[in-house]
């Protein structure tokens, strides 16, 4: 018997990390297996470095009720002036020993080949861009083995560490948990009642551990609407 565990995936940001570079930060536009995973292994209280092998046997869906939109939070940091940095880089790294290493062997190396610590007196500002999902509510369900589901489900009702949607300024709003089910999580997730289709079927999509730019379609549809295979 399949159980399965559904949490409502909702906030005014939600950020599911792709392909990034330092500056570049984009989202997809589903949850990811590793963020899902990550939101998991939280509410466990795994350590970060530290992986939970029991968290491969589980298979997740999520149903989209709201898409959201993308949105870019622009972001600048600006260093301070070169000589602070660079007496705070020799302090931090070696201590009293920091005043015999050469400046040169702790510049901040961007992107582009520059170098962050410069001669000038002020130091350039890094320029990021990050992109979030705004207003997007989808419903996770968490399907396994009974025993496994109700052990997730009691972590995911009394978190041991804070959960997040993807980054950690993005905690979920509330209603969040919402319990556990028989049956896959195709079936429990068309069964769930949802205010956001207007009586339309609502997308559901299988979430697997491929890059995120491949997406196939399931041969036969457990839907009103084709179920999708999204790989992140």
């Known amino acids: 018997?399949?159980?399965?565990?559904?949490?409502?995936?909702?906030?005014?940001?939600?950020?599911?990390?792709?392909?990034?570079?330092?500056?570049?930060?984009?989202?997809?536009?589903?949850?990811?297996?590793?963020?899902?995973?990550?939101?998991?292994?939280?509410?466990?209280?795994?350590?970060?470095?530290?992986?939970?092998?029991?968290?491969?046997?589980?298979?997740?869906?999520?149903?989209?009720?709201?898409?959201?939109?993308?949105?870019?939070?622009?972001?600048?940091?600006?260093?301070?002036?070169?000589?602070?940095?660079?007496?705070?880089?020799?302090?931090?790294?070696?201590?009293?020993s920091a005043t015999k290493v050469p400046r040169t062997d702790f510049v901040v190396p961007l992107m582009n080949g520059r170098v962050w610590l410069s001669s000038k007196k002020t130091v350039e500002s890094l320029v990021t861009r990050r992109l979030y999902l705004a207003d997007a509510e989808f419903i996770l369900a968490v399907s396994g083995a009974p025993a496994l589901v109700e052990r997730v489900a009691a972590a995911a009702y009394r978190p041991v560490f804070p959960m997040y949607l993807g980054r950690a300024k993005c905690a979920p709003t509330f209603p969040f948990h919402l319990g556990t089910r028989d049956g896959d999580g195709v079936d429990v997730l068309t069964a769930l009642p949802s205010t956001a289709g207007a009586g339309r079927a609502l997308p559901v999509f299988r979430v697997e551990q491929y890059r995120a730019t491949q997406v196939a379609r399931i041969d036969v549809p457990r839907t009103l609407e084709p179920l999708k295979d999204w790989k992140p």
Do not use: Y
């Open 1 to 96: 018997m399949t159980r399965t565990l559904l949490l409502r995936l909702a906030a005014s940001q939600q950020s599911w990390g792709g392909p990034a570079s330092h500056r570049w930060r984009p989202t997809e536009k589903l949850p990811t297996r590793s963020g899902i995973t990550g939101l998991l292994a939280a509410a466990l209280g795994v350590p970060r470095g530290e992986h939970e092998s029991a968290l491969e046997d589980l298979t997740f869906h999520v149903r989209v009720d709201r898409a959201g939109t993308v949105m870019e939070d622009f972001h600048t940091v600006t260093g301070p002036p070169a000589d602070v940095a660079e007496t705070r880089a020799r302090t931090r790294m070696i201590g009293e």
